[in-house]
């Protein structure tokens, strides 16, 4: 592919283009406090190309050059900006991709580290396995937007359980690829993992289900603040309730 055709990936006065789409939602989610520090990161399956944010850059100041391109089928790059790195995110993002998701983000948010602080400290006074626990959730507004799960028809309800799978944090983030797989199989239903001490991936069919989804499920985790969860009353389950 010569280098025009490259650029044209990328170059479009259209906002709704991935390129274009993903500096509007990397500066958006700096703004909320998700992707500070470089952290994070956002990619979109259009057509047969994957379009993914690079690494180790601020995101609110990304600019459509910035962005790698890849064939889905081959899993090779097409685009390769000069001087910047690919992002270690992209095996998880591809992961999403294979089940069917049109964009994939992944944010470092506190409150969905907390959250997952949270799970850990109460498994660990109940002497359960933490690594079997999940963040679950119910009686909460935000849960209202997120799908009952693949191939199922309607939203969850005001009554229904949310329960967002947690695996364990390693060094490098591409090394967390067989663990985000294995949640996605042990959990047909769920949009997100989470992903502890470091945040969270969520994924939906499109950019605008998947956007809608991390607002839902950030808000979910915490109702803004995870603290308050437990000072509200919100009954925020392992596998039974949390007596408050």
């Known amino acids: ?36 520090g470089t952290g994070g990161g956002t990619s979109i399956r259009h ?12 995101k609110e100041l990304l600019q459509p ?9 081959t899993r090779k790059y097409l685009r ?23 964009c994939c983000i992944h944010t470092h948010s506190q409150w969905a580290v907390l959250v997952t602080l949270l799970v850990e400290r109460d498994a660990r006074e109940s002497e359960e396995d933490v ?18 799960g693949r191939g199922k028809p309607g939203m969850l ?3 229904d359980r949310l329960s967002i799978p947690i695996i364990e944090n390693t060094a490098h983030e591409r090394d967390l690829t ?21 945040g969270i991936y969520v994924w939906g069919d499109n950019v605008q289900k998947a956007k809608t989804q991390a607002e839902r499920l950030h808000l979910s985790t915490g109702c803004k603040d995870a603290r308050n969860g437990f000072a509200m009353g919100v009954p925020i389950r392992l596998h039974e309730r949390i007596q408050q």
């Open 80 to 102: 390769e900006p000069p001087v910047l790195n690919p992002s270690q995110c992209t095996p998880l993002f591809l992961a999403a991709f294979d089940r069917g998701a049109g």
């Open 131 to 148: 690594r079997k626990k999940c963040f679950e959730i119910e009686k909460i507004e935000q849960i209202k937007g997120i799908p009952k």
């Open 178 to 198: 067989s663990s985000l797989t294995a949640a996605m199989e042990q959990h047909p239903d769920t949009y997100a993992v989470l992903v502890r001490r470091h």
């Open 157 to 159: 309800g005001y009554f």
């Open 65 to 73: 050059t910035d962005m790698f391109v890849m064939d889905y089928a």
């Open 1 to 36: 592919m010569d280098s025009v055709t490259t650029e044209d990936l990328i170059l479009s006065s259209d906002p709704q283009h991935p390129a274009n789409l993903i500096c509007t939602l990397c500066r958006n989610f700096h703004n909320w406090g998700w992707v500070t």
């Open 47 to 58: 057509g047969p190309y994957i379009f993914i944010a690079p690494s180790g850059v601020q």
